[in-house]
């Protein structure tokens, strides 16, 4: 299978990013193609103050929609600030969310992994889970989401900056289930 995974922070050598790291790490090992987009380039304009036109895309929004396109499996890698997500997934979605890019949200498995450098990380990934499902149902597309979360908390303390994984057993654990999980789901989902 194809993965893509989005590290969704704007924020340049992130906790997402570590963890976003960690996840191609495990994905890689289980014998998956990965890509992973970072959002640190992130352009998309604001709802309300510009749109998305398939043929003027940046390089980070070209980037961003190919390596969405061809995967069977997207991860996205969920920064908490303050109990919720970044403005720039959250409107990335949005914008996404139009006929010219709505197959985006079509025969895939979206897994979600909120992001924390303390104890949160739960509430940013049940937003997203609660979007996506909105806009596929909106878009009328065939994608599910995968119900098993993973809330990343202490990153720094558990995955180091290339995403290697730390002594930390309870994490380690966790965050190999979740990758497992989502694998056997899109296994049932994906029919692969």
Do not use: C
């Not at 992130?42 to 396109?69: A, N, R």
């Not at 996205?76 to 303050?82: C, Q, T």
């Not at 409107?91 to 996404?96: E, G, S, T, W």
Request: net charge neutral; hydrophobic share 40%; glycine share 6%.
């Amino acid at each position: 299978m194809h993965v893509t995974i989005l590290s969704t922070s704007p924020r340049k050598d992130s906790n997402s990013l570590k963890a976003a790291k960690a996840l191609a790490k495990l994905s890689e090992k289980a014998g998956h193609a990965v890509s992973l987009v970072s959002f640190e380039n992130y352009d998309i304009p604001m709802v309300g103050q510009g749109s998305l036109h398939k043929d003027q895309l940046s390089d980070f929004q070209k980037i961003l929609i190919e390596h969405w396109e061809k995967a069977q499996v997207v991860f996205m890698a969920i920064p908490e600030y303050n109990w919720i997500t970044s403005g720039q997934l959250i409107n990335a979605i949005h914008q996404l969310g139009s006929p010219n890019f709505g197959h985006l949200f079509d025969e895939k498995v979206f897994a979600m992994m909120g992001v924390s450098a303390g104890r949160g990380g739960r509430l940013p990934a049940l937003e997203l889970t609660t979007l996506l499902n909105k806009m596929i149902s909106f878009l009328h597309k065939m994608s599910i989401v995968s119900p098993k979360l993973f809330e990343s908390q202490e990153t720094p303390h558990t995955v180091d900056p290339d995403g290697n994984l730390l002594q930390n057993p309870l994490y380690n654990q966790g965050i190999e289930d979740y990758v497992t999980y989502t694998f056997k789901i899109a296994e049932r989902w994906l029919g692969k």
